[in-house]
Nanobody
Framework: QVQLVGSGGGLVQAGDSLRLSCRASGDTFSPYYMGWFRQAPGKDREFVAAINLSGSYTFYTDSVKGRFTISRDNAKSTAYLQMNALKPEDTAVYYC???????????????WGQGTQVTVSS
């Protein structure tokens, strides 16, 4: 099993940047595909971004393309989500997750971090 701890959230203004981190412990990090999801109040959890094992392939939901970048450092057992040009509609709790497949479906992810709040004011 792998345990995930997300961090880096906060309160920022529209146009600002934040970098979320997700540190893994327990099982080996490198065999897991990593994803980021978010959940706004009253809404379902939605896919944000995912990355393959080596970090050479990434994909994103349309609303964050060109603004967010997912990456990973296998030596540090950590995944990141760099968020630029933040908008009020990006406000949500952000979750990192680990899976044995590359997917945008939450049900494919077996391990989840505790969530970190991102609030973007206008």
């Amino acid at each position: 099993q792998v345990q995930l701890v997300g961090s880096g959230g906060g309160l920022v203004q529209a146009g600002d940047s934040l970098r979320l981190s997700c540190r893994a412990s327990g099982d080996t990090f490198s065999p897991y595909y990593m994803g980021w999801f978010r959940q706004a109040p009253g809404k379902d959890r939605e896919f944000v971004a995912a990355i393959n094992l080596s970090g050479s392939y990434t994909f994103y939901t349309d609303s964050v393309k060109g603004r967010f970048t997912i990456s990973r450092d296998n030596a540090k057992s950590t995944a990141y989500l760099q968020m630029n040009a933040l908008k009020p509609e990006d406000t949500a709790v952000y979750y990192c997750a680990a899976s044995t497949v590359l997917s945008d479906k939450a049900r494919e992810y077996s391990y989840w971090g505790q969530g970190t709040q991102v609030t973007v004011s206008s």
